[in-house]
């Protein structure tokens, strides 16, 4: 059966059939512990799910899940070489109140911006109903590879351009899949983290792609983050593309400023990321009455804040590594602590809150929790 796409607008759930073609019981690998060592999302799980857009069949295909397993393509296929490859990043969770509740946290919200994403690189938006149920169905499957608490399950959405031929255009056909795979900690240290302030090169411009989750944007980074890391940084801070003066990113992540009686983080100008953990730390940051502004963030005044106790402390949220607390800006070649590059209250507050509606710790009065079984 095939479907067409109405950018999730109707609800195919009923309409159509996810095909399973499972490996054995005897044939799958045994998920790890949260003791041993698991470099993040490096280790697949047994099963992934692959979902065809086919103009000349109707539109989207059923849906497969499948044994995990390599694509084969062209050398002259599009994606390799105009680059439409979207992809998105949530979890699923396993409840610490009852170990056989497993839950997704608003993964409506990650629907809804690869959605977006494909728009912005002119490619078929997966349906968003359609994108909640997938990954629902297949983290069901392989769902003993959810690590307990405080692991999770890190889900991979993604999706590719099909045609071949390198002449420059959009394709018209596009591959939609999800993969897996058990997610400890992002960061391997347990304190802050140091970030490298980049005043040259830019990660994206207003009016370019940096709202959407495209593989060029990360590629385009990977230079910067080279240099953070020779530099001993965990992180490079993005400036805008105009001025090299307003505080963007954090690495993949959005940024936040804790002053003693406010928080500040850049305003999505058009050029970052509508991220969705940073969407919830609002929340939760209303919810805590800590005021919380979104607006310009000058990195100049920042640095001048940090040196005189003013910021007191900063910090990047994400889904991958949820809220990992700043301690040390890198300009140049100088070192700029903050908060005597310790964790600090607010940020530690905000983590546990967050972490707590995740992991079913804490109650969820936002309804953001997704009950898969």
Same mark, same amino acid.
Request: contains cysteine; aromatic residues 8%; proline residues 6%.
């Given at each position: 059966?095939?479907? $067409?796409?109405?950018?999730?607008?109707?609800?195919?759930?009923?309409?159509?059939?996810?095909?399973?073609?499972?490996?054995?019981?005897?044939?799958?690998?045994?998920?790890?512990?949260?003791?041993?060592?698991?470099?993040?999302?490096?280790?697949?799980?047994?099963?992934?799910?692959?979902?065809?857009?086919?103009?000349?069949?109707?539109?989207?295909?059923?849906?497969?899940?499948?044994?995990? $397993?390599?694509?084969?393509?062209?050398?002259?296929?599009?994606?390799?070489?105009?680059?439409?490859?979207?992809?998105?990043?949530?979890?699923?969770?396993?409840?610490?109140?009852?170990?056989?509740?497993?839950?997704?946290?608003?993964?409506?919200?990650?629907?809804?911006?690869?959605?977006?994403?494909?728009?912005?690189?002119?490619?078929?938006?997966?349906?968003?109903?359609?994108?909640?149920?997938?990954?629902?169905?297949?983290?069901?499957?392989?769902?003993?590879? #959810?690590?307990?608490?405080?692991?999770?399950?890190?889900?991979?959405?993604?999706?590719?351009?099909?045609?071949?031929?390198?002449?420059?255009?959009?394709?018209?056909?596009?591959?939609?899949?999800?993969?897996?795979?058990?997610?400890?900690?992002?960061?391997?240290?347990?304190?802050? #983290?140091?970030?490298?302030?980049?005043?040259?090169?830019?990660?994206?411009?207003?009016?370019?792609?940096?709202?959407?989750?495209?593989?060029?944007?990360?590629?385009?980074?990977?230079?910067?983050?080279?240099?953070?890391?020779?530099?001993?940084?965990?992180?490079?801070?993005?400036?805008?593309?105009?001025?090299?003066?307003?505080?963007?990113?954090?690495?993949?992540?959005?940024?936040?400023?804790?002053?003693?009686?406010?928080?500040?983080?850049?305003?999505?100008?058009?050029?970052?990321?509508?991220?969705?953990?940073?969407?919830?730390?609002?929340?939760?940051?209303?919810?805590?009455? #800590?005021?919380?502004?979104?607006?310009?963030?000058?990195?100049?005044?920042?640095?001048?804040?940090?040196?005189?106790?003013?910021?007191?402390?900063?910090?990047?949220?994400?889904?991958?590594?949820? #809220?990992?607390?700043?301690?040390?800006?890198?300009?140049?070649?100088? $070192?700029?602590?903050?908060?005597?590059?310790?964790?600090?209250?607010?940020?530690?507050?905000?983590?546990?809150?967050?972490?707590?509606?995740?992991?079913?710790?804490?109650?969820?009065?936002?309804?953001?929790?997704?009950?898969?079984?």
């Amino acid at each position: 059966m095939s479907l $067409k796409s109405t950018n999730g607008n109707q609800n195919f759930i009923n309409h159509f059939k996810i095909i399973k073609n499972l490996l054995p019981r005897h044939k799958r690998k045994a998920p790890p512990s949260l003791n041993d060592h698991i470099p993040f999302g490096a280790i697949p799980t047994n099963h992934m799910l692959i979902c065809d857009y086919l103009p000349r069949k109707n539109g989207w295909q059923n849906p497969e899940i499948l044994p995990y $397993k390599p694509f084969s393509f062209s050398p002259n296929s599009v994606v390799f070489h105009y680059g439409q490859t979207i992809f998105e990043g949530l979890k699923a969770y396993r409840s610490e109140c009852n170990e056989k509740e497993i839950f997704l946290f608003r993964p409506d919200k990650n629907a809804e911006r690869m959605a977006k994403s494909a728009q912005r690189m002119g490619m078929e938006p997966f349906p968003e109903d359609m994108f909640v149920h997938c990954i629902k169905e297949l983290v069901k499957i392989d769902k003993d590879w #959810i690590l307990p608490s405080p692991g999770a399950l890190y889900i991979r959405p993604s999706m590719i351009a099909l045609d071949k031929g390198v002449s420059y255009r959009a394709s018209q056909d596009y591959r939609f899949f999800i993969i897996l795979s058990p997610s400890k900690n992002y960061f391997t240290s347990e304190t802050t #983290i140091s970030v490298y302030i980049e005043r040259n090169l830019s990660r994206a411009a207003i009016g370019g792609a940096g709202e959407a989750k495209c593989g060029g944007n990360y590629a385009s980074s990977l230079l910067p983050m080279k240099i953070a890391k020779d530099k001993g940084a965990e992180q490079v801070l993005w400036l805008d593309a105009k001025e090299h003066k307003y505080v963007e990113e954090a690495g993949a992540m959005n940024v936040m400023f804790v002053y003693k009686d406010k928080i500040l983080t850049p305003a999505l100008s058009g050029s970052i990321l509508h991220g969705i953990t940073r969407s919830s730390v609002i929340q939760i940051a209303n919810k805590l009455n #800590i005021p919380i502004e979104e607006t310009k963030v000058d990195i100049n005044q920042i640095i001048l804040d940090a040196k005189s106790g003013k910021l007191t402390e900063m910090f990047a949220c994400g889904t991958a590594a949820v #809220i990992s607390p700043v301690g040390c800006l890198l300009d140049g070649d100088e $070192k700029i602590e903050i908060n005597n590059g310790k964790i600090g209250d607010v940020s530690m507050l905000l983590k546990n809150e967050l972490v707590g509606i995740q992991s079913g710790k804490l109650p969820d009065p936002f309804g953001w929790r997704q009950l898969i079984s």
